[in-house]
């Protein structure tokens, strides 16, 4: 065996999160927040609605941002789960006026996004 | 807490039978994975160097060693879940952590000044544990491997995940924004902290989009030379204690 981390172990789990550090780095290149959980990671990004196009911006940013986690992702020998990327847009319940179809690609992967209010 | 929960395992004709089926399926998963990922493109590596920045500072080279008094506190610390590949149960060698503590300590310090891990230490107990209880037992896709290492190999690592924790926040080498294996810091907070900017934007008026990653079997893809270089570049751990970090020589050997 050439590769795994044992998961009963007090330090081989650590060593995942030292290793997907730079995803940290790339969320911060393109201006989003994040949090991490060993491999559970959510990353996100606040808009003011009332802005053109900045729903629109935000979501270009965080596609690009996708990109870059993908490529990072597979040079490093990562592999995401495009199809169960999950994304959600928190809005207030006054705002919601229409809302026509948002969708975001992950790697090679069309996902729809799910909105709360 | 203390009652024995009931193993759930998929009906087989015999264990042989059973842990050679789990031993393929684990084995098979991993592999393709990776070959779904591909072989790593080298010439994308300059394209990564912008997000990882190179350790400059004092390395740790050297673990330096360990004390009698500092095996006693981490074995009294830890709970007596044991194993049973460990040869004495860990109420029992609690009992007798005087006696015994003076030669653990000896051999801690052989295998921290030598990067040598003997096998004893490195076997482990893989067992498949059912994922969410209510999925079809028959099915090999609903467990995950779980390994349990032997008691004292716990205690070594401990030792050595002190030294390391010593060295990576003396250079502020932690993403602050990772909840796991960080002291005060639990899924709690990590979801508390993302909850709380969600509802402070909604406060202000403001909108956020959240993305969930989901990777595939995280913790198994990792390749061993890349996260050693990983840890020698970036977080400064070279010498021994890479030495001792080192798979090859230090990944427990899995007894299926």
Known sequence: MTYSVPQGSVLWPKNYILY?????????KHGLSFHFYADASQLYMTFKPKILNSRHKTLQNIESCLIDIVQWMKTNLLKLNADKTEVILFMPKRNNNVIDDIRIT??????QTHIIC | MGESRKVILPTSKSPKNLAQSFSDFFVDKIERIRTDIGKSDMSEAS???????HFEGEKLSDFGSTSESEVKTIIQKSTNKSCELGPIPTWLLKN????????LTRLFNISLESAYVPLGFK???MRPLIKKPGLDKNVNKNYRPVSNLPFISKVLEQVVDKRIEAHLNSHSLH???????????STETALVRVQNDILQALDNNENTMLVILDLSAAFDTIDHQKLLSTLENHFGITGTPLKWM??????PNCLY
């Open chain 1, 20 to 28: 997907t550090k730079p995803v940290g780095a790339i969320c911060k």
């Open chain 1, 106 to 111: 992950v790697g090679d992967s069309s996902n």
């Open chain 2, 47 to 53: 394209h990564n160097d912008e997000f990882e920045k």
């Open chain 2, 96 to 103: 007798c952590i005087d006696e015994l503590s003076p030669i």
């Open chain 2, 123 to 125: 076997s482990v107990k």
């Open chain 2, 175 to 185: 993403e602050p924004q990772q909840s796991a294996y960080k002291k005060f810091h």
């Open chain 2, 246 to 251: 080192n798979f090859e020589r230090t990944l």
